[in-house]
């Protein structure tokens, strides 16, 4: 059956080699087309193509079963979280043996789940601030760990150290931490507290210098600019440079009692710019290298008020994207006045 590239479906399969109009073969008969494929044939200016028929009653998904088994060991770390946190804050120190218990399932898992964004969407929700980020720290910090090649082992324990990233906040007063308000110097000295808080937590609770040493540098900056020790570059562990970058994109994307959440790519953006000093370069490269891809074939609700569809990273500006709406298409590095203002799941 021969279509326009714009009625493709994610799945289809070549019946013909497609050429442009030029002649340049562009792809192979037999190709299954993805967003990819699709996109390329876009850019090469190809306006149908020859697919086999497609057989409805076998296209079927096993998305929502994934889905909701990934909602629930959500759910699980989350009250793990709880639980390590309650304790912590009546003991001073938490079992070790329940977060390798709640994080091994987990991070097991995560291997198998390449579309990071999707998994970050699936954790945009009113769960208690501290417990939901604390699994989003612990998610991304052993996918950009694995990205930059750590080991199994290591990025285990660097996702296990940005599980634990806040656990010193137990020791901070709730309405503190949920202040709707602006922070006086000495109530965010106390909140700056929570990291040698943690520390002491950690080295109470299990043997692993470097996971404390996360909780206690997590908000340090390479130009000294951070806080508690005023660290510079060489001096920050490489485990907390990581969760940092995890840290700071976690907190800007979820909303809280003083501060709404920012659209994904918009962060990233930010993050790249923070990345000239203040974070680990290399590692906020690999974070942004490896999450863009996933936007794509991502719905999303545009300034304009119009619902699209992510199709393309844009080479010359990989954070504003070009959209497929109906059959047109935006192209947002050329039309700066419109941002992506929400993205949801395909």
């Known amino acids: 059956m021969r279509v326009h590239v714009t009625d493709l479906k994610n799945g289809d399969f070549l019946r013909e080699d497609a050429f442009s109009s030029r002649g340049i073969h562009v792809l192979s008969k037999g190709t299954q087309l993805r967003i990819e494929?699709?996109?390329?044939?876009?850019?090469?200016?190809?306006?149908?193509?020859?697919?086999?028929?497609?057989?409805?009653?076998?296209?079927?998904?096993?998305?929502?079963?994934?889905?909701?088994?990934?909602?629930?060991?959500?759910?699980?770390?989350?009250?793990?979280?709880?639980?390590l946190y309650l304790e912590a804050l009546a003991k001073g120190s938490f079992n070790k043996t329940m977060v390798d218990d709640v994080l091994q399932p987990m991070l097991g898992s995560l291997d198998k789940q390449k579309d990071v964004v999707t998994l970050l969407l699936l954790l945009d929700r009113d769960d208690n601030?501290?417990?939901?980020?604390?699994?989003?720290?612990?998610?991304?910090?052993?996918?950009?760990?694995?990205?930059?090649?750590?080991?199994?082992?290591?990025?285990?324990?660097?996702?296990?150290?940005?599980?634990?990233?806040?656990?010193?906040?137990?020791?901070?007063?709730?309405?503190?931490?949920?202040?709707?308000?602006?922070?006086?110097?000495?109530?965010?000295?106390?909140?700056?507290?929570?990291?040698?808080?943690?520390?002491e937590i950690i080295r109470n609770s299990m043997d692993d210098h470097n996971t404390a040493l996360v909780a206690l540098q997590h908000h340090e900056r390479e130009d000294g600019s951070g806080y508690p020790d005023r660290l510079t570059k060489s001096e920050i562990n490489p485990y907390a440079q990581i969760a940092a970058i995890a840290d700071v994109y976690s907190a800007m994307t979820t909303p809280r009692i003083y501060q709404s959440k920012q659209e994904l790519i918009?962060?990233?953006?930010?993050?790249?710019?923070?990345?000239?000093?203040?974070?680990?370069?290399?590692?906020?490269?690999?974070?942004?290298?490896?999450?863009?891809?996933?936007?794509?074939?991502?719905?999303?609700?545009?300034?304009?008020?119009?619902?699209?569809?992510i199709i393309m990273n844009n080479p010359t500006d990989v954070f504003r994207p070009l959209i497929q709406i109906g059959n047109l298409f935006c192209d947002l590095s050329r039309e700066r006045h419109i941002s992506i203002v929400e993205i949801y799941m395909e």
């Open 129 to 199: 601030y501290t417990y939901n980020h604390s699994l989003q720290v612990g998610m991304l910090s052993y996918y950009i760990s694995s990205w930059l090649g750590y080991t199994k082992k290591e990025s285990y324990e660097i996702s296990r150290a940005g599980y634990l990233i806040d656990i010193g906040k137990c020791q901070v007063s709730s309405e503190l931490l949920n202040k709707p308000g602006k922070l006086t110097t000495a109530e965010f000295d106390e909140v700056k507290r929570h990291t040698t808080y943690g520390y």
């Open 37 to 83: 494929e699709i996109s390329k044939l876009m850019q090469h200016g190809v306006d149908y193509v020859d697919i086999e028929a497609r057989d409805e009653v076998l296209i079927t998904s096993s998305k929502p079963q994934t889905i909701q088994k990934l909602t629930k060991n959500f759910d699980q770390m989350i009250d793990g979280f709880e639980s």
């Open 266 to 309: 918009s962060v990233l953006r930010e993050i790249h710019n923070l990345s000239f000093g203040k974070l680990n370069a290399r590692s906020v490269h690999a974070f942004i290298q490896h999450l863009m891809p996933n936007f794509i074939g991502k719905r999303v609700l545009i300034s304009t008020g119009d619902m699209g569809v």
